[in-house]
């Protein structure tokens, strides 16, 4: 079975610090990885996805991806309070069917 | 507005009801997805569809049934409610895109009583 682990949580960060938050999957042959946000009562909402080893930068946001360990991570500059919600962690395996399997989310609060 | 829509947003049934969760989304993608989300399981996939009449099954999808007559609608239905089917239940969709991204609608909390 597919397994996609995160760093168990909570997190606590001051405002202004950065939040780093990993993830490890099983699935060698995984292709594509997401980092998905979710507030409390609501929707994940896409952060980003990368599919090629190194980093990939949005902002505030860079996503790594090691696929020879395979781990991927996020890190957060500059983190608001803002940024405190449940950070899911997606990965797309092998295959065509496009499913996902996620982490169970770490949460993530930042302090002002 | 063009997105992905799920109704009823709150739904309370008793043991043994049948339940439908409906689905719509006005992009026009090729999949669609159904996924629970339980406290320290994370988000796990249901049933998922390619494309209209195409569907199959997900992690877990014992006690659900799904159908897919149109592209953009993606009903879940639930032939005989147990407590253990109470749960947040998102619907997804994604295109072909290399991407692949998924897009999730606002979530229906079920509750079994």
């Known amino acids: 079975q597919k397994e996609v682990e995160q760093n168990s949580g909570p997190l606590s960060v001051p405002e202004g610090a950065i939040a780093s938050l990993n993830c490890t999957y099983s699935d060698r042959g995984s292709q594509s990885f997401f980092w998905y946000r979710q507030y409390s009562g609501k929707s994940p909402e896409l952060i980003m996805f990368?599919?090629?080893?190194g980093d990939k930068e949005d902002g505030r946001f860079t996503a790594q991806l090691n696929k020879a360990s395979q781990y991927v991570s996020l890190l957060i500059r500059d983190s608001q309070p803002s940024d405190s919600a449940t950070y899911l962690c997606?990965?797309?395996?092998?295959?065509?069917?496009?499913?996902?399997?996620f982490g169970s989310g770490t949460q993530l609060t930042v302090l002002p | 507005d063009a997105g992905i829509t799920q109704s009823p947003r709150y739904k309370i049934t008793e043991t043994g009801r049948q339940v439908t969760l409906m689905c719509h989304q006005t992009w026009s993608h090729s999949y669609m997805f159904w996924y629970r989300q339980d406290l320290g399981h994370g988000l796990r996939l249901i049933y998922y569809?390619?494309?209209?009449?195409?569907?199959d099954k997900g992690e877990v999808p014992d006690g659900y049934v799904v159908s897919r007559s149109k592209t953009e609608n993606f009903p879940l239905t639930l032939e005989s409610a147990t407590r253990s089917q109470t749960s947040v239940y998102f619907c997804?969709?994604?295109?072909?895109?290399?991407?692949?991204?998924?897009?999730f609608g606002p979530g229906t909390r079920l509750t079994v009583l």
């Open positions: 569809s390619a494309a209209a009449d195409i569907t």
């Open positions: 990368i599919y090629s080893n």
């Open positions: 997606a990965v797309m395996g092998s295959g065509s069917a496009r499913q996902l399997t």
């Open positions: 997804a969709s994604s295109t072909l895109d290399p991407s692949d991204t998924q897009y």
